[in-house]
């Protein structure tokens, strides 16, 4: 383009176009040269030139011209009225006394400028950089903001709705009770933005940054979020109904009390998640969303290998969690289990189902060993015996006979119920191992095999009790042990075999526990085909 006429700013926008460009996709400003800049009042230098309100609405196109210059862009089908591209307005008071409604201010420079309660809607402002600019109750909507830099910006009760932000930058912004319904949030970087309250029902924020982000209160019903970043994002009582989190990542993020009602959980990852009061009704969850175990990398990928099946996954409330918590509730913990264990069934995920189950029991095995090692309340914060400042042994000889009986009974039935709790998870997991049964009675018949030889307490029919010394000559005979012993645990019985002595104690023994592991093998098949 050829130079502008003396007076003229001639400020061209791009840069680098071609004189036949769509005026859409180019023009230059006709605009008279200030004093001390070669350019207009809107493309001088804020540095050179003192720049008022009432010099940039004087030099604005009038109404008619502006209706007669309008373009129409393609990308959204918006008119665009005026034509201030590359605008420099760094650090300018302008508040709302200028409107800049459907006009055209891409790669412009407006950080830092004071604009509160300015007019922005259905206006083009692609690349522009309005970094820690004053936006409180601004009206963007239906603004095109592809890649604007809103980092640090205050945008507090300011209107987005249905505007266009894709990879924008929000990081650090101030959008507290923001209007960003059913914005274009794509690739938007929202990290360390403050939303508490904001509403962004009905968002598309796929594969936006979120992490460490404030949302308290926030109104994501509805809102698309796939892939996005929500780690470390304090999410507590936001409402997430109907969202769609498909493969998204929400470690360590705090969702207590939030509403997360037949959201989409597909292929998500929770680890670390704080979900105490979190409404889970009617999620979709699968076998790849993760809500267990903290967010690292582990290398446990598929349930069908031998390090998922020995992991110990927890929630981070549990006192078992092995990453990193500011919050340890036993309390919370299993309530969180529970409510896992509702959606997982409810989700035919009977994996999770047992995870959640197993570590619900495991909590209140632990305080039964408490109590068992520290008698009642009383006595574990030291009211009745326990240590000394110095680090003596504080014998409390005032303790009466009641409290120390009482403490015997608090010890005895915890011991008794901490005995039954590790008893049940050793042999069936609680009900949820059949593996464990089957392992524990193919141990129990070869330890009985393994005990009929040691006197004359087995005989065939017919022939010499089988003992030790017969086996060393034909290690054949503990075979015929082995099968007496699984007879004898199956109830079978065939009559070819006579215990003798202690052997007919060891036999009932063996028919009692075979009958009773038998037994829970069925119950625990049944609980598992009931799922």
Not at 112 to 124: G, P, Q
Not at 260 to 281: I, N, Q
């Amino acid at each position: 383009m050829s130079r502008p006429p003396s007076g003229r700013c001639g400020y061209t926008w791009p840069e680098e176009h071609e004189l036949d460009d769509h005026p859409r996709y180019q023009n230059c400003c006709w605009r008279e040269a200030v004093d001390g800049s070669d350019h207009c009042v809107w493309h001088a230098d804020p540095e050179q030139v003192t720049k008022s309100v009432e010099d940039l609405r004087e030099t604005r196109a009038s109404p008619e011209v502006r209706e007669q210059t309008s373009i129409t862009t393609p990308f959204d089908g918006n008119v665009r009225t005026e034509a201030l591209d590359g605008a420099q307005l760094s650090g300018v008071k302008m508040a709302n006394n200028i409107g800049f409604e459907k006009v055209t201010l891409r790669d412009g420079d407006l950080s830092k400028a004071t604009l509160r309660r300015a007019t922005f809607s259905e206006a083009d402002l692609r690349e522009t950089d309005l970094s820690g600019a004053n936006l409180r109750e601004s009206n963007l909507s239906e603004a095109y903001l592809s890649e604007v830099d809103f980092s640090e910006a205050d945008l507090s009760e300011t209107d987005l709705s249905d505007a266009h932000l894709r990879e924008a930058d929000l990081s650090g912004a101030y959008l507290s009770e923001a209007d960003l319904s059913e914005t274009f949030l794509v690739g938007a970087d929202l990290s360390d933005a403050s939303l508490t309250e904001a509403d962004l029902s009905n968002a598309i924020l796929t594969g936006a940054d979120l992490s460490d982000a404030f949302l308290v209160g926030a109104d994501l019903s509805g809102a698309v979020l796939l892939g996005a970043d929500l780690s470390d994002a304090v999410l507590v009582g936001a409402d997430l109904s109907g969202a769609n989190l498909r493969n998204a990542t929400v470690h360590n993020a705090n969702l207590e009390e939030a509403v997360l009602s037949r959201a989409t959980l597909f292929g998500s990852s929770l680890r670390g998640a704080k979900l105490y009061g979190s409404l889970l009704g009617d999620v979709r969850i699968d076998a790849e969303t993760e809500f267990l175990g903290p967010p690292v990398d582990d290398g446990v990928h598929s349930p069908h290998t031998l390090a998922a099946i020995f992991s110990k996954s927890c929630c981070v409330y549990d006192p078992n969690y092995s990453g990193e918590s500011d919050e340890t509730n036993e309390d919370k913990a299993k309530s969180v289990y529970q409510a896992l264990e509702e959606l997982a069934s409810r989700a035919a995920q009977t994996r999770l189902q047992s995870q959640c189950f197993v570590r619900r029991q495991d909590i209140q095995k632990d305080s039964y060993k408490r109590a068992l090692l520290n008698g009642s309340r009383r006595d574990s914060d030291g009211s009745t015996g326990g240590e000394s400042e110095d680090g003596s042994e504080n014998l409390n000889l005032q303790s009466s006979p009641r409290s120390m009986l009482h403490s015997l009974e608090v010890r005895s039935i915890a011991g008794l119920r901490y005995a039954r709790a590790k008893t049940a998870r050793m042999t069936l997991l609680y009900g949820e191992s059949p593996w464990r049964i089957i392992a524990w009675s193919g141990g129990f018949i070869v330890a009985m095999a393994l005990t009929y030889p040691l006197s004359e307490w087995l005989r065939p029919v017919g022939e010499e009790p089988i003992t030790y010394s017969r086996i060393a000559e034909e290690p054949a005979l503990f075979l015929e042990s082995l099968y007496f012993s699984t007879l004898t645990f199956t109830t079978l019985g065939m009559g070819d075999y006579e215990p003798l002595g202690w052997g007919q104690a060891i036999a009932t023994l063996n028919t009692a526990f075979g009958a009773i592991l038998i037994a829970l093998l069925v119950f625990v098949l049944g609980r598992r085909a009931s799922r």
